[in-house]
Structures are given as C-alpha cells and as structure tokens.
C-alpha cells in the first residue's frame, strides 16, 4: 500500500468517495482517448491521400522544371525568378477537436505567378509555375492536417498516461488502502467485542 491512511471510518468514507471519482474520471478519459485515436486515424487515412495527390502533382512540376532547366543557363533562370510577382500571407485560427486548439490556415493571395517576360524562357517553365500555384491551396492544406495529427497525437499520448496512471496505480493503491482499513476496523470491532464480553464475565461472576 503507497498511500498513508488513518484506521477510521472517516477516512474509509474518504477513500471510498476517491475511488468513485477515479473510476469515474479513468472511464471520461478512456472514452476521450477512444474518439482520439478514432479521429487521429480517420486523419491519418485523409492525409494520405492529399499527399499522394501533392507528391504526384509535385513530381509533375519538377518534370517541367527541370526540362526549363535544360534549356537556360543558370543567370538567365535565376534573372527569371528573382522577382516573384505573386505574394501569398497565411491568416491563421483555431477550431477546436475534443478541446484541442488545431489550427486553421487560410492562404490570402495577391499579384501573378509570372514575373518575367516570356520572349527569354522556355513554355515549360510556365506550365511549372502554373502547377505549382494551382497546387499551393492544397500543400497548405497538408500542412494543417499535419500539424493537426501532431497535436492529436500529443494528446492521446498525455491522455493515455493519466489513463494508466489511474488504471494502474491511483485505483489499486486506494483499493488497497481501502481493504486495510476495512481489516483494521474489523480487527478493532472484534478486539472491542471480546473486551465488551470479558468485563460481562467479570460483571457476573460478582
């Protein structure tokens, strides 16, 4: 037994009303950790697809990148992008899952993707920057869901110690402290009884 406890009806009240309330809280949190892991899971399965979708779509940009690449040298495609017309700002809220602050991210874009004229590049490197800004929307996206599935994951993980700290340590130590005050008062009625029938011998044999 790890917790200290007085041998009195008090304390047994006490013990008892604690182990209600901490079987009470392990079944709150057991149920928090369920719908957790339920929606960490229905994310997992979400951001898998967004990403195959990014990394497909992403492969597609370098592909015509790189045959731009080909054909420029390096100071013309570097004149090329060194001004970048489009300019994008993140405006960032929170919603809540389960009491979990998860960020929102809304892109705010402004200007065009092209910043160069289109006499001194090749098509190809149009068609990559006109990939690439239609995959942003989406690559920011990813970026929520992923740092959503970082925070759930934090959470079931904390969740999930309180839940064996309770399951495995506060519960069976107040259930033992609970049995050996049980033992102790029964001890102490049974000495007081036999007291209690020794002073009535003593009283009849007067």
């Known amino acids: 037994m ?5 041998a009195t009806r008090m304390e047994l009240l006490r013990l008892k009303k604690r ?11 057991k149920d928090k950790q369920d719908e957790l892991m339920s929606q960490l899971l229905g994310l997992v399965e979400r951001i898998g697809e967004v ?4 990394e497909t779509r992403l492969e597609e940009v ?3 990148f790189l045959s731009a690449r080909m054909s420029l040298d390096d100071r013309t495609l570097e004149a090329a992008l060194s001004f ?6 993140l405006k960032a809220t929170q919603r809540l899952i389960l009491n979990i602050r998860v960020p929102v991210l809304k892109p705010e874009i402004e200007g065009k993707i092209y910043c160069y004229g289109f006499a001194s590049t090749p ?16 690559m920011i996206q990813l970026a929520e869901m992923e740092k959503t599935l970082q925070l759930l994951a934090d959470e079931i993980e904390r969740t999930r110690r309180r839940v064996n700290a309770l399951e495995y340590v506060l519960i069976p130590d107040l259930q033992e ?3 050996y005050i049980t033992m102790k008062l029964e001890e102490m009625e ?12 003593i009283i009849r044999g007067e």
């Open 2 to 6: 790890r917790l200290t406890v007085s």
């Open 177 to 179: 402290a609970i049995k």
């Open 84 to 89: 970048p017309g489009k300019v994008v700002k």
């Open 62 to 64: 370098y592909g015509h």
């Open 51 to 54: 990403r195959r979708e990014v």
């Open 19 to 29: 182990l209600i309330l901490a079987r009470r809280g392990h079944k709150l949190l």
């Open 123 to 138: 098509g190809d490197l149009d068609v990559a920057l006109k990939k690439l800004e239609q995959l942003l929307e989406k």
């Open 190 to 201: 049974r000495e007081s009884l036999t007291r209690l029938m020794r002073v009535k011998e």
